[in-house]
């Protein structure tokens, strides 16, 4: 079985300070994952993905996740936040053994207050 | 550029009549996806599309349709036989080959459509 939990359905921080967005996937073969943002009315683009070759991984805006495999995390933080950070976020697991089918958290709703 | 087109970006449809909802790729992928997404939820999977002339039905497959006659196409047809059509309809694109998560090809997503029916 497989399946992606977004722990928070909604996150609020100020402008400034850091920002969490906490992922746990459960598999039994070792995954490919992803965190994706979604603005309003928009289609969803890739902030970054897990590759082995690091467990510390950078994507775009600043924001970075750590793929940390006992825990079965993929968490993502900003050192700190802006108001265009703002938007809805979404993990993504993917395994190659399924058909290469992506499965979906639920999202987390990201509030910057000024 | 390279990237996904959906259009149009807002339709509107009376109950009862049929929609197709288009989407193109220019990316050269083989692999191209449909998803469904209403407020405060996650993404649902209603078709998929590894090679042309070919396609799985997703988790919500019943009340639509797809062709893949064309790699870089994949329209999503909405029939009258969806009991809740009115939603905000994703497509996306992926390359499927490799293995193992150092060729962790993710998806590329479209715009999307948002489809109102009444």
């Given at each position: 079985a497989q399946s992606v939990t977004q722990l928070d359905s909604h996150v609020s921080v100020s402008e400034g300070t850091p920002v969490l967005l906490r992922c746990n996937y459960s598999s039994s073969y070792s995954p490919s994952l992803f965190w994706y943002v979604q603005h309003p009315n928009k289609g969803l683009q890739l902030l970054l993905k897990y590759t082995s070759a690091a467990t510390l991984v950078k994507g775009i805006n600043g924001f970075e996740a750590e793929f940390k495999k006992s825990e079965t995390s993929f968490h993502l933080t900003k050192p700190s936040a802006h108001m265009s950070d703002a938007a809805e976020y979404f993990c993504v697991v993917k395994l190659e053994?399924?058909?290469n089918q992506f499965y979906f958290g639920t999202g987390t709703s990201l509030t910057v207050i000024p | 550029d390279g990237g996904i087109t959906q259009s149009p970006k807002y339709l509107f449809r009376k109950e009862g009549q049929n929609v197709t909802l288009s989407c193109e790729q220019n990316?050269?992928?083989?692999a191209m996806y449909w998803y469904r997404q209403d407020p405060g939820q996650g993404l649902r999977l209603i078709y998929y599309s590894q090679i042309v002339n070919d396609f799985q039905k997703g988790d919500i497959a019943e009340g639509y349709s797809v062709s893949r006659e064309k790699k870089e196409s994949f329209p999503l047809t909405v029939t009258?036989?969806?009991?809740?059509?009115?939603a905000f309809y994703l497509c996306a694109s992926s390359t499927?080959?490799?293995?193992?998560?150092?060729?962790?090809s993710p998806l590329h997503f479209g715009n999307g459509t948002r489809l109102t029916v009444t």
């Open positions: 053994n399924t058909g | 990316l050269n992928h083989d009258s036989a969806q009991k809740n059509p009115t499927p080959k490799g293995q193992g998560a150092r060729y962790n």
